[in-house]
């Protein structure tokens, strides 16, 4: 069996061959179907050591399609053959917010040694997966893995965020979108899905806001200096009601502030590392509410699998063989990947 796996943090992660491992207990095996590669794995590779809540090696891979081979004695309500899309955030399984399918938000997640599969513990880029329990699959039926896989990240991360802030984005309001890759352009695809907000998508790169476009973007502008005068102006001054920004750096964290409507929400999912300053008065408008949202819940993917099968998402793919996995991340580092990049082994 082959996988990719982080050895040495700030190295390239390598093909390695492993032997299948055989389910103990509630633990189910998984023949991965597609695996998709996030701009948090590059964040991950590039960590130097004691950064990351967890140590190497494991394999990579956190957002992961693919059918069930074999399950271990104590697995209960899971049947061999079933294609699933497989829920990462895995936190401890016994806290009251792992009892409801949160384990995105797990009490005990400061004392676990990993931040879900592929993320401390060993993740999908490979032919197995072992995931920990049955309550972790979420079944998709005859869904495309390499459409699947995307969404258990790529498509949940934003749903979550957008359910979020459910009952503020009502007929009338504006929203603006920065940074239209993986995340990015689901985020604009399902807030056209389950709001009636008008979609502004701000990019660097050309080739994203055609992407925005092509995903239901009502207006598309390329990061300039006066960018926020640009997003304002098509609120007809007043500000964008909330602003996603799927960066994170000091400069997106500023053009959200800055572009926000009094009241407005600003959600940060990118892990850039920028930094905002919190203060009254400060950079954000009054009435600001600021949330750095993490994934997202099982009951949500649940949620985002159907609107995938209702037809109301597409997943924009770029596909790679595992072995070719490495030239897959030097593109996305040089920003050239279109959409997802998706492994299949
Ligand atoms: P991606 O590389 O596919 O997309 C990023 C997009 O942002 C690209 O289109 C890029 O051109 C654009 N961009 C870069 N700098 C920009 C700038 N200054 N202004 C506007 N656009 C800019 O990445 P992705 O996989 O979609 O991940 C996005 C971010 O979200 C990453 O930082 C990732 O680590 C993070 N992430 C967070 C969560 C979470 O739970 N909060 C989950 C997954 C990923
Ligand atoms: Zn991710
Ligand atoms: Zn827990």
């Known amino acids: 069996s082959t996988a990719l796996r982080l050895t040495a943090w700030g190295t ?5 061959d492993l032997e299948v491992p055989v389910p103990q207990g509630t633990e189910v095996l998984i023949a991965v179907e597609a695996a998709g590669i996030c701009h948090s794995d590059l964040h991950v590779i590039d960590a130097d050591a004691g950064k990351m809540p967890y140590s190497v090696p494991f394999t990579l891979g956190h957002e992961v399609a693919g059918h069930v081979v074999a399950v271990g004695p104590a697995a209960t309500g899971i049947e061999i053959g079933t294609r699933v899309a497989v829920y990462g955030p895995w936190g401890c399984g016994r806290c009251r917010r792992c009892a409801v399918g949160h384990d995105n938000y797990c009490d005990r997640r400061s004392e676990l040694a990993w931040s879900g599969a592929g993320l401390g513990r060993d993740g999908g880029m490979a032919d197995h997966l072992l995931v920990p329990a049955p309550r972790h699959l979420v079944p998709i039926g005859d869904l495309d893995a390499t459409q699947a896989a995307p969404l258990t990240d790529a498509g949940l991360t934003p749903y979550h965020a957008i359910a979020g802030l459910s009952g503020k984005l009502r007929e009338g309001t504006t929203v603006a979108v920065i940074g239209v890759g993986g995340l990015g352009h689901l985020a604009v695809q399902i807030l056209r899905a389950v709001t009636p907000s008008r979609v502004l998508a701000v990019d660097i790169r050309e080739d994203a806001l055609e992407l925005a476009h092509l995903s239901g973007a009502d207006m598309t502008t390329l990061t300039k200096p006066d960018t926020s005068e640009v997003l304002r102006a098509a609120t007809g001054g007043t500000g964008v009601d909330a602003v996603f920004d799927f960066v994170g750096s000091d400069a997106t964290l500023a053009l959200g502030a800055r572009t926000l409507r009094a009241g407005g929400d600003l959600v940060v999912l990118g892990s850039a590392a920028g930094r905002l300053t919190i203060s009254k008065p400060g950079p954000l408008p009054p009435g600001a509410a600021l949330s750095l ?3 997202g819940t099982r009951p949500e993917l649940h949620n985002v699998i159907a609107l995938a099968q209702a037809g109301s998402l597409r997943v924009e ?21 279109r959409g997802r990049a998706v492994l299949v082994p």
């Open 12 to 16: 390239p992660p390598r093909l390695v």
């Open 293 to 295: 949202p993490f994934w």
């Open 317 to 337: 793919t770029e596909l790679f063989s595992l072995s070719a996995a490495g030239e897959a991340l030097r593109r996305l580092r040089a920003g050239r990947i």
